[in-house]
């Protein structure tokens, strides 16, 4: 097999990163979205949002042209593998929305009709289980020369590049041996190092992308249970128990953070459309439902020791320091700082806000009804009450004196748990899975 050549359908963020990192990786690469702003940009060496590496890794691809963009979906035909990463997105029941799909795939099978050699499809956008086999396979069931496997992916935001470069595993879906050979020599060729492959039908690769993110999940929503108890109970502190239970190799000290519940593209998005689709097949199910209403509250917690402290009234200023959904990425999407802020714009409150990367896209939410700021101090300055929703590097390092000095009353709420309880005893600290601080 010669290197094949490689088509990206739908440039978001798996998109591009998977599209930039094959291009480095020597393949010939074509990025393909509709939105023709987007590939202009993308021309032009910058990604249009942030991502560790992705900058430098596609401007070496420019260089070298080992990357081209285009709008065009006729490009496909230039190439032996197309990956489809379009969004699939919630619908307002919560239901996954499949119509950007459905679009490609029947204007896939129209262009691919003739190809005179073999197109692999693969489906890396995530789809509930049997979506491939029932929706994507059957509209190119006639075309001789296209075949269709799944390949669902587990990238982080923030650690995307490295996650592709060093997958824990490799999925395939496929609903012949052959198709799945394919994208298993591509994978050979990409990677020097081959990873474990796990060779499964088209269902089971979207089943096990759906328990992968709806453990994710459970284990959030569980840590943050047990961090609302531990609130409670004196000298008793979440992070103590999570490190203690993580010990144990069943259950393992990853994902047990406890802090404002889980936001960003993929997870509220994933549990939601767990929930309609289980509604199908498992009507007694009650623990994705749960899991997403722990979620949901967790925000309520926050809100909850603001009022504790007396802080919740019209007349306060409140500085809330971290708006991304995590450290390293500027995404504010399913952001738990969007739901905080919405409440306390309702109560009249002055709100005082520092990311330093998601600032813009905040904005394009709340315009100007709150306070953007430049630097931590600026956003301490007179405040009364300041609150960290994100766990950015720059705020674990911040020391006692900074809020004493900055604010007006140092009331700090650390809804990350980044900073050392005991380094903050003479301020007024409160923090996510804390328990009040007492001599035994
Ligand atoms: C997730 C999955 O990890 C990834 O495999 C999948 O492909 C896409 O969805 P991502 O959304 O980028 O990735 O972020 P992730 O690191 O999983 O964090 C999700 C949310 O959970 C964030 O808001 C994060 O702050 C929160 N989180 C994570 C916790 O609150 N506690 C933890 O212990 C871990």
Redesign the pocket.
């Known amino acids: 097999m010669n290197k094949p050549k490689i088509s990206v359908i739908g440039l978001g963020f798996v998109g591009l990163t998977l599209a930039v990192v094959n291009a480095k990786e020597n393949f010939e690469t074509i990025g393909i979205d509709i939105d023709k702003e987007k590939i202009e940009k993308l021309r032009s060496g910058k990604p249009y949002f942030y991502e560790p590496k992705l900058k430098n890794y596609l401007n070496k691809s420019l260089k070298t042209k080992k990357i081209h963009f285009s709008d065009d979906l006729n490009q496909v035909l230039k190439t032996d593998i197309s990956f489809i990463t379009v969004g699939t997105p919630s619908t307002a029941n919560g239901a996954i929305d499949l119509s950007y799909l459905k679009k490609v795939v029947v204007n896939l099978s129209k262009i691919l009709k003739n190809k005179k050699s073999t197109h692999l499809i693969v489906v890396k956008s995530t789809v509930l289980p049997t979506t491939t086999l029932q929706m994507v396979s059957p509209v190119f069931k006639k075309i001789k020369n296209v075949r269709v496997v799944s390949n669902p ?6 650690n995307a590049i490295n996650d592709l470069e060093k997958p824990h595993l490799i999925v395939i879906g496929e609903s012949n041996r052959k198709d799945g050979d394919t994208l298993e020599k591509y994978y050979k060729m990409f990677y020097k190092k081959i990873p474990e492959i796990l060779r499964v039908d088209l269902t089971s690769a979207e089943m096990i992308k759906y328990t ?2 709806a453990f ?1 999940a459970t284990k ?1 929503s569980f840590i943050n249970s047990i961090a609302n108890i531990c609130q409670k109970l004196p000298n008793v502190d979440v992070n103590k128990i999570a490190y203690a239970i993580g010990k144990d190799s069943r259950i393992g000290s990853e ?3 406890a ?1 404002p ?7 509220p998005k994933d549990i939601s459309a767990l929930i309609e689709f289980t509604k199908k097949y498992d009507k007694t199910n009650k623990l994705f439902k749960a899991v997403k209403e722990v979620n949901i509250y967790q925000a309520s917690q926050i809100l909850q020791i603001i009022k504790e402290m007396n802080l919740f009234a019209s007349n306060k200023t409140i500085s809330i320091l971290g708006l991304a ?2 450290a390293n990425s500027d995404d504010v999407r399913e952001a738990v700082s969007i739901r905080i802020v919405k409440h306390l714009i309702k109560k009249g409150m002055k709100i005082k806000v520092h990311d330093p990367m998601a600032m813009n896209n905040f904005q394009k939410i709340f315009g100007d009804k709150i306070i953007y700021c430049k630097t931590i101090p600026d956003c301490l300055k007179n405040s009364e009450c300041c609150l960290i929703l994100t766990e950015w590097n720059e705020y674990k390092n911040l020391k006692p004196l900074i809020f004493s000095k900055n604010m007006h009353k140092s009331n700090i709420i650390d809804a990350r748990r980044i900073l050392e309880p005991s380094d903050f005893s003479k301020l007024n600290f409160r923090a996510i899975g804390l328990g009040p601080q007492s001599v035994n």
Not at 153 to 158: D, I, P
Not at 261 to 267: E, N, R
């Open positions: 992916e587990f990238l982080r935001e923030g992968n993110n994710l959030i994902f047990l953070k802090g519940g889980f936001g960003g593209s993929c997870l959904f995590k």
